[in-house]
């Protein structure tokens, strides 16, 4: 099974993914919650689950947020709304090269439906239990690239972080980073580094 992805820049994504489940583990959390908005095939989702699970001591959640079903929408800052190619067929794809992935949810919505929906944290059910989780360890955010979606996004979860949380950004370069690292910083973000596609904050301090 070869899953596909739409970016650059992955091994930044599983190097920091490597390292937030080590770093987590060493606190001895029983519990990590990780998030993907913008799955599309699915590879960065995939790499999350593969580098974090093999390196984390606990059980490791992940859900994944798309809106798939060509959806029409300004996916920039300057750009006109338009209907991506995220059909049905490609989520139908994802679903089956997903299907024995256990305790991952692919959540066919919008992100601020997704957070309504799930305000409060989201259900899984994984061995007879129900856990229903809403503190996040790292997200990566590859859906709307337009700042106020972004901005919103990055408030949404970072309300939500949990202690040395890693936020990555896809396509930094194509909304207002500035915006988005200001409003991080009030929740205890700090900058890391970033490439061509790249940008990582970290959750440093509480506030």
């Known amino acids: 099974m070869t899953i596909e992805g739409d970016s650059r820049e992955y091994d930044i994504l ?15 959390e029983e519990i990590m919650l990780t998030a993907e908005i913008g799955v599309r095939k699915g590879l960065a989702t995939k790499l999350i689950m ?6 984390y001591s606990g059980l490791h959640f992940h ?3 798309d809106p798939y079903g060509d959806m029409i929408y300004r996916h920039y800052d300057k750009s006109k709304p338009t209907k991506m190619d995220y059909d049905e067929k490609m989520f139908a794809e994802v ?47 590859d859906g709307p690239h337009k700042t106020t979606d972004v901005l919103t996004e990055t408030i949404f979860f970072a309300r939500r972080a949990a202690p040395g949380a890693v936020f990555i950004y896809d396509d930094w370069k194509t909304y207002n980073i500035t915006v988005i690292k200001d409003a991080a910083k009030e929740f205890g973000f700090e900058f890391m580094s970033n490439g061509e596609r790249k940008t990582i904050l970290q959750k440093t301090s509480e506030t």
């Open 14 to 28: 599983a190097s920091w993914a490597e390292k937030t489940a080590k770093d987590f583990s060493k606190k001895k």
């Open 50 to 55: 593969n580098y974090i699970r093999p390196n």
């Open 63 to 65: 859900v994944g947020i």
């Open 95 to 141: 679903k089956k090269d997903f299907a024995e992935e256990p305790r991952f949810n692919l959540l066919n919505m919008p992100d601020d439906i997704f957070f309504e929906k799930y305000y409060y944290g989201v259900e899984f059910f994984y061995e007879s239990k129900q856990y229903v989780l809403n503190r996040y360890a790292l997200v990566h955010f």
